[in-house]
């Protein structure tokens, strides 16, 4: 039972992160009630592309759009990371890391507990609105036809959140070096925002633009797991993409701990 | 009037100063902004690949409006925005207090500490925007047009301050205030799209009480269709313009004089 008391204290963590984060509800509830404004502007502006259309856009029809944007808002709640950068580089401003560089306790590790705390609770909290907002397209919803593509958009989904949280977190260590990394921050936001399907589908956009961002990981921070439910990737393309997930997920990983590494020896030899 | 002009010269000032001394911030928040007007040019043309026209609106008429959109956006948040998205904190650490003794209005000292130069760059890429699209339509609006779209800008900056300022005076009551920073960005998301696409009660609501949706599509039509008729727009900008504009002052007024009751 010794690995149970290993995991243990992240485990707590993990509980922690959930009563503190109750702080943070109101933020949470308006941040979702406002995402609604946009969500209807992207009703009406694919309704009027539908209606000047006449037909399909790039596989897509009004229903299967909307449906697509109801699961990316989804997807959005559960992996995107909405205190995490602020929190680390506050952290590391205000000296707090001190007592994880004597605590056997792995930042990265407390870190992800608090992530996933944080997503959990914003989830639940948000749950009502997303769900009348399904409830609302109910006759849109389309089910995936074989049972085996629900575990492995779970799993993509979690890589996903994976990715996210390194990115989010490697970002953050650059406050071991710069003060204000703001800025840093939402540059790589408007990068997400255009390229990770949320602003629209990765596969409406020119094929050439979309096999540059076949190998970038934006796409697979949001893009993939909803395409993976919508049945949209199959067979040797899943496995591949999946695959460049996979990498990806390593990718940002190691980064962040270098990052961590190197922000802590800095850290240190300029006097903690 | 006079003191107001003198006062906020003194607060320009101080702003050149700091942003000259953060030269790096200047630019990367420069860049961060062209960063977002590039994706939404980007939006537009994949949008434009399957379509001729989104209701009556040709892409480069959607180009003028998103330029117009950016141009009334910048130039608020050159203004004001920095210093709204501050009052939380203001609020929260007591320093509102040292606001409320200065001899000018308290909304007014509020609004105006701090000039965003980056943002005042941006708003010139809005014009070159709006000029080229001009170009493209092979439109040349007359001079009484030019001057109605620069009053409805104004306007457009107003309505801009308002929603933000109102959702900033909420956090007299809720302590942490990003969501609702959040949310004027949220809300004024559908403001670059073309009022057409809006139907229903979104549209009511969205074009008079929280008049988002005008606020680029007024000016925009003003400017680039000279048969259409400026009145019946100018006054539903004017009207709804002055509800946000007081109804903002007024609540403003309702939770300065709990704030103040309740500290003494």
């Known amino acids: 039972m010794v690995w149970l008391g290993f995991f243990g204290k992240y485990f707590k963590v993990f509980d922690i992160g959930l009563q503190n984060t109750f702080v943070y509800r109101w933020n949470f509830l308006l941040r979702s009630l406002f995402g609604f404004v946009p969500l209807v502007g992207t009703v009406f502006i694919w309704r009027a592309m539908f209606d000047a259309r006449g037909s399909g856009i790039g596989g897509y029809n009004y229903s299967s759009m909307i449906y697509y944007f109801l699961l990316t808002m989804l997807a959005s709640n559960l992996v995107t990371p909405t205190e995490d950068e602020w929190q680390i580089a506050a952290d590391i401003r205000d000296g707090q890391i001190n007592s994880f560089l004597t605590k056997p306790l792995n930042y990265l590790g407390y870190r992800l507990m608090l992530f996933l705390s944080y997503r959990v609770l914003y989830t639940v909290v948000t749950i009502i609105p997303v769900v009348i907002a399904f409830a609302w397209f109910r006759k849109i919803i389309v089910l995936p036809s074989h049972w085996e593509t629900w575990p492995v958009a779970v799993v993509s989904l979690a890589m996903s959140a994976g990715i996210q949280f390194f990115i989010a977190y490697a970002l953050a260590m650059l406050a071991f070096w710069i003060l204000e990394i703001s800025t840093v921050v939402f540059i790589l936001y408007s990068f997400e925002y255009f390229l990770s399907g949320q602003l629209f589908p990765i596969d409406i956009m020119p094929a050439g633009l979309q096999t540059v961002l076949h190998w970038l990981p934006f796409t697979y921070e949001l893009y993939f797991p909803v395409a993976v439910f919508l049945e949209k990737v199959r067979g040797q393309d899943l496995w591949f993409g999946l695959g460049i997930q996979v990498i990806w997920l390593l990718v940002t990983l190691e980064i962040a701990c270098q990052m961590w590494r190197r922000g802590v020896c800095r850290y240190q030899a300029v006097g903690g | ?264």
Request: without cysteine.
């Open chain 2, 1 to 264: 009037m006079r003191r107001y002009l003198e006062i906020y010269s003194i607060m320009f000032r101080n702003s050149l100063v700091r942003e000259m001394n953060f030269k790096v911030n200047f630019i990367l928040w420069l860049f961060v902004e062209l960063l977002w007007f590039a994706g939404q040019m980007i939006f537009i043309e994949v949008l434009f690949q399957y379509v001729d026209k989104i209701g009556d609106w040709s892409k480069w008429e959607v180009v003028l409006l998103v330029g117009t959109h950016q141009i009334t956006g910048q130039i608020f948040q050159a203004f004001f925005y920095m210093n709204i998205a501050n009052l939380s904190e203001l609020v929260r650490t007591g320093k509102l207090d040292l606001m409320l003794v200065l001899p000018v209005d308290a909304q007014f000292a509020v609004s105006t500490r701090q000039f965003g130069f980056d943002n005042a760059v941006n708003a010139i890429v809005g014009v070159a925007i709006v000029v080229f699209s001009l170009f493209k339509l092979g439109v040349m609006p007359g001079v009484t047009q030019v001057f109605l779209y620069l009053v409805a800008i104004a306007i457009g900056v107003a309505i801009h301050y308002s929603v933000m300022f109102f959702l900033a005076t909420m956090s007299f009551w809720i302590v942490r205030a990003q969501g609702l920073i959040y949310g004027y960005y949220n809300l004024f998301n559908i403001a670059r799209y073309p009022d057409t696409i809006f139907r229903g009660i979104f549209k009511v609501i969205f074009s008079w009480l929280i008049p988002v949706i005008i606020v680029a599509n007024v000016p925009s039509r003003i400017l680039m269709r000279s048969f259409e008729k400026p009145g019946a727009l100018m006054f539903q900008l004017v009207a709804s313009g002055l509800f946000v504009v007081i109804a903002t002052r007024l609540f403003w007024g309702f939770a300065l004089k709990r704030y103040s009751s309740a500290s003494s």
